[in-house]
Structure formats: structure tokens, C-alpha cells
């Protein structure tokens, strides 16, 4: 009973402070007077963050204890493809317009950094097919909102992923094949 009665005397003497505290600043705007704004109180931002630093508590572990679920991986994942192949196609479209010749500046990467093609060609393959069905499914959703509960959108996402992965090595697949009989 005390301590209820002690906290809520604080609040309101808080709250008492810090309405007093607005109404002068607020004063001190409409009169043109710049004195009368607080400076460094507990009732400005700098002022709160320096009393909250020097509070010792321990921070929440937020980020380490909470596991992210599963549907919650896959839709970052659609993200980064969709962010992935932005800035692919904004960078080729820059290399194009900076380089005289393009196909000569593609030949060279080939020949200079062969691993790195093979890299990009997948990262490409990947993000291409991955977001080309998430999308697709994202289309059924709206349309129809079919699959929208937790565990079907658990089962659509390992599927459209497994799928992705399919179209992502056959594309490679034909490609070095195709490259294999060019030579």
C-alpha cells in the first residue's frame, strides 16, 4: 500500500515537473525570449540520455536470446535477392555506360577471374529464380489468399526455395555445358 502510494506520488510530481517545464519553454518561444528554454534538464533528450547512462543495468539481450522463425529467414532472404539484384543490374548498367567496349571488359573478368564469374553467374541464377517464385507466390496470396497460414507458408517457402535451387543448378549446368561444347 505504501509503495503504490509512494510511486504514484512520484508520478505525478514527474509528470507535474515536466508539464511545468514544456509551458515555460513554450512561453519562452511565443515571447521571443530564448532564456527560458531548459538546457541539459531531465526533460530534454540530451539530458535524458545521460541519466539513463549513467543508470548501471545491465542491456537486454534482445538479439541473442530471441530465435528468429523459420518463415522469418525466408522472407529476409527475398529481400536480400530482391536488394542483390538491384544493385547487380544498377552496377552492370554503370560498368556499361563507363566502359567503351563491354563484351571486351567481360571477356577480360573471364579470363582475369574465372572463380568470380562462376560466383556472380550463381548469386544471379539464385536471385533470379528465388524471387521470380516468391513473387509469384506473393501474386497467388493476394489474389486467391490461399496458403497464408503459418504452416503453409512454412511448406511454400522450403518448396519455393528447393525450387530455386533446382532452376539455379540446371541454369549452371547448361551453361558450362553449353560453354564446354563452344570450346
Given at each position: 500500500e505504501r509503495e503504490r502510494e509512494r510511486?504514484?506520488?512520484?508520478?505525478?510530481f514527474n509528470r507535474k515537473k515536466m508539464l511545468g517545464m514544456a509551458g515555460v519553454a513554450r512561453a519562452g518561444r511565443l515571447c521571443g525570449m530564448r532564456g527560458l528554454a531548459p538546457t541539459g534538464g531531465a526533460n530534454t533528450l540530451s539530458g535524458r540520455r545521460e541519466y539513463r547512462s549513467?543508470?548501471?543495468?545491465?542491456?537486454?539481450?534482445?538479439?541473442?536470446?530471441?530465435r528468429f522463425p523459420y518463415n522469418a529467414?525466408?522472407?529476409?532472404?527475398?529481400?536480400l535477392t530482391?536488394?542483390?539484384?538491384?544493385?547487380?543490374f544498377a552496377g552492370a548498367g554503370i560498368a556499361a555506360l563507363m566502359v567503351k567496349d563491354f563484351g571486351a571488359f567481360a571477356e577480360a573478368m573471364k579470363v582475369?577471374?574465372?572463380?568470380?564469374?562462376?560466383?556472380?553467374?550463381?548469386?544471379?541464377?539464385?536471385?533470379?529464380?528465388?524471387?521470380t517464385i516468391t513473387g509469384c507466390r506473393h501474386l497467388v496470396w493476394d489474389k486467391y489468399a490461399m496458403g497464408v497460414t503459418v504452416p503453409q507458408v512454412a511448406q511454400t517457402s522450403t518448396?519455393?526455395?528447393?525450387?530455386?535451387?533446382?532452376?539455379?543448378?540446371?541454369m549452371l549446368f547448361f551453361q558450362y555445358?553449353?560453354?564446354e561444347k563452344a570450346e
Amino acid at each position: 500500500e505504501r509503495e503504490r502510494e509512494r510511486i504514484g506520488k512520484r508520478k505525478t510530481f514527474n509528470r507535474k515537473k515536466m508539464l511545468g517545464m514544456a509551458g515555460v519553454a513554450r512561453a519562452g518561444r511565443l515571447c521571443g525570449m530564448r532564456g527560458l528554454a531548459p538546457t541539459g534538464g531531465a526533460n530534454t533528450l540530451s539530458g535524458r540520455r545521460e541519466y539513463r547512462s549513467k543508470i548501471e543495468r545491465p542491456l537486454s539481450p534482445h538479439l541473442t536470446i530471441y530465435r528468429f522463425p523459420y518463415n522469418a529467414w525466408f522472407s529476409i532472404a527475398t529481400r536480400l535477392t530482391g536488394m542483390s539484384l538491384t544493385f547487380g543490374f544498377a552496377g552492370a548498367g554503370i560498368a556499361a555506360l563507363m566502359v567503351k567496349d563491354f563484351g571486351a571488359f567481360a571477356e577480360a573478368m573471364k579470363v582475369t577471374n574465372p572463380g568470380l564469374v562462376g560466383v556472380a553467374k550463381g548469386g544471379l541464377a539464385f536471385s533470379m529464380s528465388y524471387h521470380t517464385i516468391t513473387g509469384c507466390r506473393h501474386l497467388v496470396w493476394d489474389k486467391y489468399a490461399m496458403g497464408v497460414t503459418v504452416p503453409q507458408v512454412a511448406q511454400t517457402s522450403t518448396a519455393a526455395f528447393g525450387a530455386a535451387a533446382v532452376v539455379t543448378t540446371a541454369m549452371l549446368f547448361f551453361q558450362y555445358s553449353d560453354e564446354e561444347k563452344a570450346e
